[in-house]
């Protein structure tokens, strides 16, 4: 069960980075064209998140049938309501760095695979800015549910 | 409009939509990169080596891509070096504030309809392109 999962996770890595390759969102040019909505904008992302929904969508109303996943006891509880300045405000730092580098965390990954030098100082600093998170929410935050399933931040 | 790539990015979309599906419905676990990139940082459960096969494989995955497509699906921005790590620190603080980012909000969490992902989708969206604009604008589209 346990080695089915891992090579699921290596599996859906793989698949995952292969779509981004193909959807280009490897290509921080793409991803500035598509934030470029006054000038020479580029929408081909909206299509990269169009075509993921639908299959996410669908796969989301086939776990409810499901109850259970099929290698796992149990299926997360994830947070929906709680719209704060923490989501909101992160989120828009989040936009920032994004629109800086063009990279987000997957194409920023598979780039560093495909040799990429500018990611060489892109994902040390991404990854320094998650554990300063992690550092500060250790101190004084309560847990939050996580979007990834994963426990709190504070008990990660 | 020149470099609108519609079906080649519907097909990639439809590609990371199986990706993250296959990973809800089989281990349960939400296809975001940077909570599981996260997670690494700081391993506790028994089970939190899946996390390094998911990111092991988009490595190889781009190792991969570059050798098939000899870079052609992969390129990058005139950045230097600062504001590349300034752009990596606010990636990785912010994403962990909002505990999601472009695949937990903007692909998992806004096909389940989540209110929470509904915000951080049109918060980031709208800073990404005041910063699009402002490099533009300000620094003739290099920094």
């Known amino acids: ?156 | 409009m020149v470099h609108f790539t519609p079906w080649a990015s519907l097909a990639g979309g439809l590609a990371l939509g199986l990706a993250a599906a296959l990973l809800w419905l089989c281990n349960g676990r939400v296809a975001g990169v940077s909570g599981i990139a996260a997670g690494l940082l700081w391993p506790e459960e028994g089970d939190e080596s899946w996390r390094a096969c998911f990111v092991g494989g988009l490595v190889l995955g781009g190792v991969a891509l570059a050798f098939r497509w000899h870079g052609a699906t992969i390129d990058a921005l005139p950045r230097s070096a600062g504001a590349l790590v300034v752009g990596g620190l606010c990636v990785g603080v912010g994403s962990r504030l909002a505990n999601g980012c472009t695949s937990g909000h903007g692909l998992c969490g806004l096909a389940r309809l989540s209110p929470r992902s509904f915000a951080a989708v049109l918060s980031f969206m709208a800073t990404g392109a005041v910063t699009v604009w402002a490099i533009r604008s300000l620094a003739g589209g290099a920094l």
Do not use: N, Y
């Open chain 1, 1 to 156: 069960m346990k080695v089915a999962r891992h090579l699921l996770a290596l599996g859906s890595g793989l698949l995952f980075a292969f779509g981004l390759g193909l959807g280009g969102m490897t290509q921080p040019t793409k991803i500035v064209g598509f934030l470029d909505v006054g000038g020479d904008w580029d929408p081909s992302l909206a299509l990269v998140m169009a075509g993921g929904i639908v299959v996410l969508f669908v796969a989301h109303r086939v776990a409810r049938r499901m109850g259970r996943p099929l290698l796992a006891p149990a299926f997360p509880v994830l947070a929906r309501s709680g719209v704060d300045a923490r989501l909101v405000g992160g989120a828009a730092l989040f936009g920032v760095g994004w629109a800086l580098a063009g990279f987000c965390p997957g194409p920023a990954l598979v780039s560093l695979g495909g040799g990429v030098h500018q990611t060489l100082f892109f994902v040390p600093a991404m990854l320094s800015g998650m554990a300063i998170v992690r550092l500060l929410d250790a101190r004084r935050r309560a847990p939050v549910a996580d979007e990834t399933g994963a426990p709190a931040p504070s008990a990660v």
